[in-house]
């Protein structure tokens, strides 16, 4: 079963605006990840936040984490066509543990 | 610098077949974790290999299993293929004797069963 909820399903936005996704999880964790996947080949690794930390970047990126209402949030600023693709976050209890996937945010970007 | 690499790309079986994935891990890396992705779904966790046990599974049946070889690749086989086996199926390594939160993930193999 999926550990979080991925909202909303589908965005559309104009390039050069922001996208924000939001993800909710059901358990306690040691970290959330964000991963990017292009047209349902591999995923690739955009961020981790760990249960401590409330807010972290990385380029365009910006993701929060709120442990006490159990959710997380993704900001791409600025975005661009080559953003289009389905955004997953992911939980693990522990470092090197499983990850539990959410459903996805898919993210096409208009030029 | 490889990363992980998946093969075949693709894969067509019909009904009460068997399959066989097989998965190299990035280098340096000796643990991996196997993943099933259904179509507008997200990845579901199978199993993970470490040291050529495996160390953690998912809610899986017992006609997914899995072996990790010295060389730390790995190979998932899937016994008695259902229809609703079709899916992506990826492979993500990462260090274990160091737990990472990182898990790198390969292009996967896509499977359809007829």
């Known amino acids: 079963s999926q550990q979080g909820e991925e909202d909303p399903q589908a965005l559309s936005i104009q390039e050069g605006e922001n996208a924000t996704m939001n993800c909710s999880y059901k358990t306690s964790i040691n970290n959330l990840q964000w991963y990017r996947q292009n047209s349902g080949r591999g995923l690739v690794h955009l961020i981790l936040?760990?249960?401590?930390?409330r807010e972290k970047h990385s380029g365009r990126l910006r993701v929060t984490l709120d442990t006490s209402k159990k959710s997380s949030s993704l900001l791409i600023t600025a975005s661009r066509a080559a953003d289009t693709a389905s955004y997953f976050c992911?939980?693990?209890?522990?470092?090197?543990?499983?990850?539990?996937f959410g459903g996805g945010t898919r993210v096409l970007v208009k030029p | 610098d490889a990363g992980v690499t998946q093969s075949p790309t693709h894969l067509i079986k019909t009904r009460g077949q068997q399959v066989t994935l097989r998965c190299s891990p990035k280098?340096?890396?000796?643990?991996v974790s196997w993943y099933q992705q259904a179509l507008g779904q997200g990845p579901q966790f199978i199993f993970q290999?470490?040291?050529?046990?495996?160390?953690q599974r998912g809610n899986f049946p017992d006609r997914f299993s899995g072996h990790q070889f010295p060389n730390y690749s790995s190979e998932l086989n899937v016994n008695a293929l259902l229809l609703g086996d079709s899916a992506l199926y990826l492979c993500?390594?990462?260090?274990?004797?160091?737990?990472?939160?990182?898990?790198?993930f390969g292009p996967g193999t896509r499977l359809l069963v007829l």
């Open positions: 936040i760990r249960s401590n930390e």
């Open positions: 993500a390594s990462s260090p274990g004797t160091i737990p990472q939160e990182t898990q790198y």
């Open positions: 280098s340096g890396h000796d643990t």
């Open positions: 992911a939980t693990a209890k522990a470092a090197g543990n499983k990850l539990t």
């Open positions: 290999y470490y040291e050529e046990e495996e160390r």
